[in-house]
């Protein structure tokens, strides 16, 4: 089913009119009240009139993350508060979280992307969906969950873990659609066949998946293990949350919802846009957005577009699933992770040397993350006490940082690999698995 015939059916002109007229409305709405883009757009000798359509997007500045926290927490607003009934916000990657608002406009549009990626995956008013997103200040939960609703589907706002319970009510409930976690889809599979629980008996038709990577293959095991169609579904919280863009029952790309986020490919070195089926770095300009319209926003996610019509019958412009990143961001169990991080959390506690290496891999199903650190001479000659204190206190503040489970390994001098170049700090176990899959 498609839920709003005429914006995911609009003919590409049609289309373009829309962006045009909504561009320019935004590019008023951050000149005219965002200090930050209307000092960017001066410095650049920009007025909102030369902002006339897309096509005069280039002209524009980019907004990264770097920027949303180096205005935290409501600097890029460009609302009063007053008319802000939302705030959710990431985990806080380098000490300081991103934060994003809502109007009660915004929340309606936020509900209607997601009415639409729930329809696009085949999902309606008589299904049962069991959302096992997480609530709270990430936006998988809520916004899954008002977009349900708005489709007038049955919503079991269970959230992550309660993986005996959530079995218990695929069961009960006659549950046939979820939405979670690609790596928590898997460990709810297992789950299944050690309570000897067959898929096949169950009522649950699709999952719609995403908050962190995944491959073809492990779509592959997805549906093969729960007898599922898996759909993926692609957001971030700075443009709205999941809903940005969603496969449809073809899945042959992700139909991103272009009447609201304009998407750019770029060349992340140069910054120059690509045409059409190059790979590069996505860029999304908010287009409707009223408590934090950002401009050109850059994601740093690789991908490509395709703006030929899909065999479902939308004429929106589709994004292939996301290739990597052009930075060193890793996402383990849906939380970001940057090395930086771990680096200023040991150059902090002082106690080790500056050497470490992130080890993140999937057992059972699961995303670890495994830092090994080297210590000197004197210290890990030091009584076993001593050690296991020290590494008690790096555990600690990593997890109080990353907030995820963090397993901590001290390891002798000169055991970490050294580099001429650029330090290898990561091993993703992940990627080299699906690479020889």
């Known amino acids: 089913m498609i839920w709003n015939q005429h914006y995911e059916c609009m003919s590409r002109e049609d289309m373009k009119k ?116 997480g609530y709270g200040l990430f936006t998988g939960g809520l916004g899954i969950h008002y977009g349900a609703e708005k489709l007038g589907v049955t919503v079991v706002p269970i959230s992550a873990g309660n993986t005996k319970k959530q079995v218990q009510f695929l069961m009960d409930f006659g549950t046939t659609a979820m939405s979670l976690t690609p790596s928590y889809a898997l460990y709810l599979a297992e789950t299944l066949e050690e309570m000897g629980v067959d898929p096949k008996n169950l009522k649950l038709k699709v999952g719609i998946f995403g908050a962190e990577p995944w491959t073809e293959s492990m779509r592959r095991e997805i549906e093969k293990r729960l007898q599922i169609k898996a759909i993926d579904i692609y957001g971030l919280s700075e443009i709205i949350g999941p809903g940005v863009s969603i496969e449809c029952m073809e899945q042959n790309g992700l139909h991103i919802a272009e009447d609201h986020f ?104 699961l995303d670890t993350l495994e830092v090994l650190v080297e210590v000197d001479e004197q210290i890990f000659s030091d009584e076993i006490k001593g050690l296991e204190h020290l590494t008690r206190k790096i555990t600690q503040a990593l997890e109080s940082t990353l907030n995820i489970a963090v397993k901590v390994k001290l390891v002798e001098p000169q055991t970490i690999a050294r580099s001429e170049g650029k330090a290898t700090r990561v091993i993703d176990k992940r990627k080299l698995k699906e690479d020889h899959s």
């Open 18 to 133: 829309v962006q045009d007229e909504r561009l320019r409305q935004t590019v008023e709405r951050v000149y005219y009240n965002v200090e930050f883009y209307r000092r960017k757009m001066q410095a650049l000798g920009l007025e909102p009139y030369d902002i006339q359509g897309i096509e005069d997007l280039p002209k524009l500045p980019f907004t990264t993350k770097d920027d949303l926290r180096d205005n935290y927490p409501f600097g890029l607003f460009a609302t009063p508060m007053e008319n802000v009934m939302r705030i959710h916000a990431s985990s806080g990657t380098t000490g300081k979280a991103t934060i994003v608002g809502y109007t009660r406009h915004d929340v309606d549009i936020f509900s209607e992307v997601v009415a639409r990626s729930l329809s696009a995956a085949g999902v309606g008013k008589n299904d049962i969906l069991q959302n096992a997103y």
């Open 262 to 365: 304009f998407p750019e490919i770029i060349d992340p070195a140069t910054k120059e846009p690509l045409p059409p089926g190059e790979e590069g770095e996505l860029v999304f300009t908010t287009l409707t957005k009223e408590a934090l319209p950002l401009i050109r926003y850059r994601t740093r996610d690789l991908t490509t577009l395709d703006y030929q019509p899909c065999n479902c019958g939308r004429t929106t412009v589709r994004m292939k699933k996301c290739t990597g990143r052009s930075d060193d961001m890793l996402i383990i169990r849906g939380v970001n992770v940057f090395p930086s991080q771990v680096e200023s959390v040991l150059l902090e506690l002082n106690a080790t040397s500056p050497h470490y290496l992130l080890i993140v891999d999937r057992v059972n199903n």
